[in-house]
Nanobody
């Protein structure tokens, strides 16, 4: 499975961005998927995850209420709607496919990773 994240860019604090992650084949439709991010000088951290049905989602506390994860299995695409962005959200965002049907915040449970898209939030 190849993953391609897109939608990153430069935005002012308080603004919004929508990230997309396209998967190369339908394998991802039966698997949980997630978003992680890595800020400069920091370790990769969990952002959001969603189960294969799309009904079960889970967020990091730092983004809860501002970010929304969703998926369109017919299009093999994962989304991350990011609102009320803060400078602390600046990072490279990665999408990933889990090894099971459930979503998870554990990075070790993910089998496939995209190359990431850069989000920069200016103050």
């Amino acid at each position: 499975v190849q993953l391609q994240a897109s939608g990153g860019g430069l935005v002012q604090a308080g603004g919004s961005l929508r990230l997309s992650c396209s998967a190369s084949r339908r394998t991802s439709s039966n698997n949980g998927m997630g978003w992680f991010r890595q800020a400069p000088g920091k370790e990769r951290e969990f952002v959001a995850t969603i189960g294969w049905r799309g009904g079960d989602t889970y967020y990091a506390e730092s983004v809860k209420g501002r970010f929304t994860v969703s998926r369109d299995n017919a299009k093999n695409t994962l989304y991350l709607q990011m609102n009320s962005l803060e400078p602390e959200d600046t990072a490279v965002y990665y999408c990933a496919v889990a090894g099971s049907s459930a979503g998870t915040s554990n990075a070790k449970s993910y089998q496939y990773w995209g190359k990431g898209t850069l989000v920069t939030v200016s103050s």
